[in-house]
């Protein structure tokens, strides 16, 4: 049974940086899908973005609209953690940012969320204009 936990969140001015964390235990992944959901009050969750790690150990990411080219998703195996670096941070960006994980699976339809069987606690991050 994997587990998730985000770290990283914070308060930001409107054009800050932060970097998330996702430390995943209980699992030592060598292929699947990782990504990155948020969600603001009164809102439906977002896809954000994911990574996949497959058996030649690419890392094929990819990206919602509205995040590409400022955020960029990483990992580093040996650590069983993705990144979420998050760069130009506008208001709009401010919610509650999950990791999920499909372990293994690919990252078909990923921005949809679903067979998606392990969830992190959430991480809050809060742009301010």
């Known amino acids: 049974q994997a587990q998730l936990v985000e770290s990283g969140g914070g308060s930001v001015q409107t054009g800050g940086s932060l970097r998330l964390s996702c430390v995943a235990s209980?699992?030592?992944?060598?292929?699947?899908?990782m990504a990155w959901f948020r969600q603001a009050p009164g809102k439906k969750r977002e896809g954000v973005g994911a990574?996949?790690?497959?058996?030649?150990?690419?890392?094929?990411?990819y990206y919602a609209d509205s995040v590409t080219g400022r955020f960029t998703i990483s990992r580093e195996n040996d650590k069983n953690t993705v990144y979420l670096q998050m760069n130009s941070l506008k208001p709009e960006d401010t919610a509650t940012y999950f990791c999920?994980?499909?372990?293994?699976?690919?990252?078909?339809?990923?921005?949809?969320?679903?067979?998606?069987?392990?969830w992190g606690q959430g991480t809050q991050v809060t742009v301010s204009s």
């Open positions: 999920a994980a499909r372990l293994p699976g690919g990252c078909g339809y990923w921005e949809t969320g679903t067979a998606f069987p392990y």
């Open positions: 209980g699992y030592k992944y060598t292929t699947g899908c």
């Open positions: 990574i996949y790690t497959g058996d030649t150990g690419d890392g094929s990411t």
